[in-house]
Every structure is written in structure tokens, then in C-alpha cells.
């Protein structure tokens, strides 16, 4: 398994997908860095993983991505405890559900500061050691909303836009360095944000379970040969 004894930053570590994906990666003999705002949620997941005894080793810090002073602590904090990132996985994310007529700025900003800028802040920072060691993953969770668009989702969705955009672009400029970039784009995931999904009119009970996509996420992107596939969308079976 390629994640052996590699050191992996999770953002959005907290609950949802981000999470799950945790769970999935604290099976793996791997060092495993945590961020989210939450930090009781966070100790409580580092404390549910410890009390497994699982063999990876687990640390963490909270850190608000859309505050870039945050963002330049969580980045040292890293560095002085793994010393640099072999896989980021940038999963943090925020779901505005508005009429674009009752937007403000400030939650515009929000959106894209959350969904947009911090991943390519953490990319750009820690893909130099990628470069050097000539091994590296980032993984970017994405959307279905990055192939569409929907009602009083407009602001969601053009970040999720954003995201796929930067990743297409990264994979093109990284891949020379053996550095895999991906965009793991699902349909409506059974999390605490899917639950605005359903208020839109979806059914909660036909969305993606998301213990799923973590484990398809570690298969999908630990092939490391010449294989790749840096564009993925993952759908339900029932789409309405």
C-alpha cells in the first residue's frame, strides 16, 4: 500500500467526509496531521483513534482556514510535528444555500476563502518538498456541483468550479515532479452537510454513504505506477 509510512495532512478533519476519511487512513501505518475549527471534535476523534489502537499515529490542531494568520500557525505547527507533508487532502469545505439576491461579500468571500483559497495556500507551501523527494499526493475534494449548477447554490458551486479548475491545472504542472494531483468530486454525501442538500428537495436516505467514498478514495489514488486518473466523479444511483 502506497500510504505506508507517509505523513498525511487532512483538512476538514472534524466530521463529514473529511472524518470518515480520517477513520479510513488511522488504519494505515502512517503518520496523520488533523485540522478543523472544532477543536473539541477534534480531540474526541484523536481520543476515539488512540483507544482503537490503531497503528497509525495521530495528531492535531484547529485552525480557522479562512484566516490567513491561522493558516501561517497551522502551517508551522505541521512542520514542527511531521517536518513535511508527503499527502495533503484538502476536504474542509462550507455549503451556503442563498438566493444569489441575498448574498453578502462577506459570506461570498467566505465560501471561497474556505473552499478555494486555503487549499491552494497548503498546496503551494507544502508541494516544494513534494518537488524535492519527487513523491507526493493532494488530494482535493470537490463536488458534483463543479459539473453543474443549481438554485440559491450559486456561490457553492462556482467555488467547486474553482476547485476543479486549479486541480486540472496542478495535475498538468506537478505530474513532472511524480506528484498526483486529484479532484474526488461526489453527488450528496449522508453528512451534516448533505442534510442542506436535502432541504433543496433530494432524498437524504438515496445519498452516498460516506465510509465509501474514504475507502475509495485511499484505493482510487494509491496506485503508483504510470496509471492515474486526477478527475474523478463519484454519482448516486438515484438521481433525481
Known sequence: MFYENKKIMITGASSGLGKEIVKQFAKINCEIFLTARNLD??????????????????????????DTKEIESLIENVRNT?????????????FPVSEISNVTLAEFRHCFDLNVLAPFILTQEFCSEMKQNRLGRIINIGSSSAYGGAS????????????L????????????????????????????????????????????????????IIQTTSYNTQMISEEIRLNRMEVQ
Open 41 to 66: 471534535a477534534l480531540k474526541k476523534l484523536h481520543d476515539e483513534l488512540k483507544n482503537a489502537n490503531l497503528p497509525s499515529s495521530v495528531t492535531y490542531k484547529s485552525a480557522d482556514l479562512t
Open 82 to 94: 511531521l517536518g513535511h507533508v508527503d499527502v495533503l487532502i484538502n476536504s474542509a469545505g462550507v
Open 152 to 163: 440559491k447554490t450559486s456561490v457553492y458551486c462556482a467555488s467547486k468550479h474553482a476547485i
Open 165 to 216: 479548475g486549479l486541480t486540472r491545472s496542478l495535475h498538468k504542472e506537478l505530474k513532472e515532479h511524480n506528484i498526483r494531483v486529484f479532484c474526488i468530486s461526489p453527488g450528496s454525501i449522508q453528512t451534516p452537510m448533505g442534510r442542506k442538500v436535502e432541504a433543496l428537495g433530494q432524498k437524504y436516505e438515496t445519498f452516498i454513504d460516506p465510509k465509501e467514498i474514504a475507502k475509495y
